[in-house]
Antibody, heavy 123, light 106 residues
Framework: EVQLVESGGGLVQPGGSLRLSCAAS????????MHWVRQAPGKGLEYVSA????????YYANSVKGRFTISRDNSKNTLYLQMGSLRAEDMAVYYC????????????????WGKGTTVSVSS | DIQMTQSPSSLSASVGDRVTITCRAS??????LNWYQQKLGKAPKLLIY???SLQSGVPSRFSGSGSGTDFTLTISSLQPEDFATYYC?????????FGPGTKVDI
């Protein structure tokens, strides 16, 4: 079964750090780009970050650029999100998702999502 | 970044109704437009990709159309399990921005 399982969420003080993990199983992790998407309480989905299959390129939303770092360990089938200088507005459920690329029709989409891990930022 | 808007932000409907949700991009995204359904406390679920392609396992009452900047998600006959929030997402360029969502309730 294709599965993504996030972990590492918790309560952290403003200015603190946290590392999220996303363990992949049931597919060849090293051949897929991966994404992090978050959802603040009662709010919509916000794109956070992405990384190519070999980790060679990364992308960040402006809201997290310079504070968050996405990485992956293909030998461990695991995606990471290192979060630093955390703020109240970073409080959210963080989802990891797999990217699919299709040639015909031309498409990119997120077909498998984890259940999410919750990050709380409070003093 | 490409900005996405959706309308309406919420709607009330009944079982059996035909429901239409629109999504607009701030610039052309060709057909790099996806639709997701999210139920309360759950992860998003892919419904439609490439503007009009139905994801495997998704009921045929869901359909999508459009290209460029204007897109539509249609539910032909609303079922009880369809009450949820629907998001469009462009995947033409990073960041793959989402629309603000449309909540469908009774």
């Amino acid at each position: 079964e294709v599965q993504l399982v996030e972990s590492g969420g918790g309560l952290v003080q403003p200015g603190g750090s946290l590392r999220l993990s996303c363990a992949a199983s049931g597919f060849t992790f090293s051949t897929y780009a991966m994404h992090w998407v978050r959802q603040a309480p009662g709010k919509g989905l916000e794109y956070v970050s992405a990384i190519t299959s070999n980790g060679g390129r990364t992308y960040y939303a402006n809201s997290v650029k310079g504070r968050f770092t996405i990485s992956r360990d293909n030998s461990k089938n695991t995606l990471y999100l290192q979060m630093g200088s955390l703020r109240a507005e970073d409080m959210a459920v963080y989802y990891c998702a797999r990217e699919i690329i299709v040639v015909v029709p031309a498409a990119k989409y997120m077909d498998v999502w984890g259940k999410g891990t919750t990050v709380s930022v409070s003093s | 970044d490409i900005q996405m808007t959706q309308s309406p932000s919420s709607l009330s409907a009944s079982v059996g109704d035909r429901v239409t949700i629109t999504c607009r991009a701030s610039q052309s995204v060709s057909t790099y437009l996806n639709w997701y359904q999210q139920k309360l406390g759950k992860a998003p679920k892919l419904l439609i990709y490439a503007a009009s392609s139905l994801q495997s396992g998704v009921p045929s009452r869901f359909s999508g159309s459009g290209s460029g900047t204007d897109f539509t998600l249609t539910i032909s006959s609303l079922q009880p399990e369809d009450f949820a929030t629907y998001y469009c997402q462009q995947s033409y360029s990073t960041p793959f921005t989402f629309g603000p969502g449309t909540k469908v309730d009774i």
